[in-house]
């Protein structure tokens, strides 16, 4: 790339294995679902510190997003072994599993202070909160990289896009 243009998140080889691998279509059907299941927890947690009621439906979808989180953390380390040739912090997705790592923490700690009581309903579901707030983050990290992949593909005609699309 010339001057002032930023470098490609993907290599054409990478880009050809990224587009060969059934990960990614793995991946873009999980990372909505996992959104959907945040917003549906987001939503009950709120309920049940807001009220006191529906403690247990609260709990039990932060578990559920959770599964689906350790679901899209495993096959996007697969993915990124497929894609990069390693499967956390290859260069192009560094941060973003940094922060992956502070938001799966989070969702884990959630989870032990869950099964082992160990706090009070209110504190647990204020961790939950902290959980989220990472996720909403690590979320936006991604985004972002699927829209420079999208940009990035936009400059080679007639190839699939992060999404599976072609350009």
């Known amino acids: 790339m010339g001057p002032g243009r930023p470098t490609p998140l993907y290599t054409e080889a990478q880009r050809r294995r990224r587009d060969a691998t059934?990960?990614?279509l793995v991946q873009g059907v999980l990372a909505p679902l996992q959104f959907l299941a945040?917003?549906?927890s987001l939503a009950l947690v709120l309920r049940a510190l807001a009220t006191g009621e529906g403690i247990w439906a609260a709990n039990l979808s932060v578990v559920v997003k959770t599964g689906?989180?350790?679901a899209i953390m495993v096959t996007g380390s697969i993915w990124e072994k497929a894609v990069f040739g390693r499967y956390l912090f290859a260069p192009a997705f560094?941060?973003?599993?940094?922060?992956s790592m502070l938001v799966l923490t989070l969702h884990t700690?959630?989870?032990a202070a869950l099964a082992g009581g160990l706090l009070a309903?209110?504190?647990l579901l204020v961790l939950a909160l902290a959980a989220y707030a990472a996720y909403l983050v690590?979320?936006?990290?991604f985004l972002i990289k699927l829209r420079a992949a999208r940009l990035q593909g936009a400059a080679v005609p007639g190839h699939l896009d992060a999404a599976g699309g072609l350009s």
Request: no cysteine; net charge negative.
């Open 138 to 141: 690590n979320a936006g990290q």
């Open 38 to 40: 945040f917003l549906a």
């Open 94 to 99: 560094f941060w973003e599993d940094v922060v």
């Open 109 to 111: 700690a959630y989870l």
């Open 22 to 24: 059934p990960w990614t």
């Open 68 to 70: 689906l989180l350790y």
């Open 121 to 123: 309903p209110e504190p």
